[in-house]
């Protein structure tokens, strides 16, 4: 992950025959769902494909928080129990497949003693738990503080370095989702990166024509 890039990938590449050892290759299909108490949970090793983490408000509001492509784990809340259960407080967060992914899944209480038997795999998920708080911090900042304009660059210079490389379109509304704006005001920093040569839209698909630019109107802990 290159700074608040809200994309999530190669933490855990090093240890994939550590945790083919304790878990199973598993297809997840576009759309499922891992944050379900209700069904058995596990933990994803991510081989390729993309969850979406979203935050649910009370009243039924959908924000986007990041994403994880492979080499990533799912839900990380499961690494390790709380007052003797693992379970995910799904009430807050919801973790979704937003296309075919191929897994290897977990049970918590294997990874649990695999972080108990291996100081390496501990670090990593202490880091990559830093990542997603550090993340967390920066969003309620740029949320307070930065326009609507450059919270729109933000998502779109992410887009273009690494969703649209994988096929993945987001429509206005999902963007508005992802940085907590209208799609009116979504619609209207596009129209203004079009009117400036920065970007050329089309139908939920956006190419970026001077990356440059772009980055000069992103928050720049956001850019690298």
Do not use: W
Request: with cysteine; glycine share 6%; proline share 3%.
């Amino acid at each position: 992950m290159g700074k608040n890039n809200l994309f999530f990938e190669d933490q855990f590449t090093e240890f994939k025959p550590l945790l083919l050892e304790i878990g199973e290759k598993y297809l997840l299909e576009k759309g499922s769902v891992i944050t379900n108490n209700l069904d058995t949970l596990y933990l994803y090793y991510v081989e390729s494909g993309i969850f979406k983490l979203s935050v649910n408000h009370i009243e039924g509001d959908s924000k986007t928080i990041c994403f994880h492509g492979e080499g990533s784990i799912c839900p990380y809340s499961l690494s390790r129990p709380i007052n003797g259960k693992f379970h995910i407080d799904v009430d807050f967060f919801m973790i979704t497949a937003i296309t075919d992914i191929n897994t290897i899944r977990i049970r918590p209480k294997d990874f649990y003693q695999a972080l108990k038997e291996n100081p390496d795999l501990s670090i990593t998920m202490l880091d990559y738990v830093i990542m997603h708080s550090n993340l967390f911090m920066h969003e309620s900042v740029t949320l307070s503080y930065d326009s609507a304009f450059v919270k729109t660059c933000n998502i779109v210079y992410m887009y273009n370095h690494y969703l649209n490389k994988i096929g993945i379109n987001l429509t206005q509304r999902e963007i508005g989702e992802i940085i907590g704006e209208t799609r009116l005001e979504v619609a209207r920093s596009l129209k203004k990166l079009r009117d400036q040569g920065i970007i050329k839209t089309s139908r939920n698909c956006i190419e970026v024509l001077d990356p440059e630019a772009l980055k000069l109107n992103c928050n720049l802990d956001f850019v690298y």
